[in-house]
């Protein structure tokens, strides 16, 4: 279970990782205004984080997963 818990928080990093680099660029460029490159931050930065933490911690035997806090 734990490996499938895994590759999926390694999806939802590298979409996380993506969106986020794209508003960047989008927004350096001016194809997007600020506001829109916040909201983009503010709703995909923190499950991006969330989903590192968990592919760190997420082992491949058959232990718990460690709490990683809020």
């Known amino acids: ?6 590759h999926n928080a390694g999806k ?3 979409a996380g990782v993506i ?19 916040a ?3 503010v709703l995909t930065f923190p499950p991006a ?7 760190w911690m997420a082992d491949e035997g058959e ?3 460690p ?3 809020y």
Do not use: E, Q, T
Not at 1 to 6: E, I, Q, S, T, W
């Open 1 to 6: 279970m734990n490996g499938r818990l895994k």
């Open 12 to 14: 939802l990093v590298a």
């Open 19 to 37: 969106v986020c680099g794209s508003a960047f660029v989008l927004h350096g460029y001016g194809w997007i205004p600020f506001w829109v490159f």
């Open 39 to 41: 909201a983009v931050i």
């Open 49 to 55: 984080v969330l989903a590192l933490f968990l592919l």
């Open 63 to 65: 232990g718990d997963i």
């Open 67 to 69: 709490f990683i806090g």
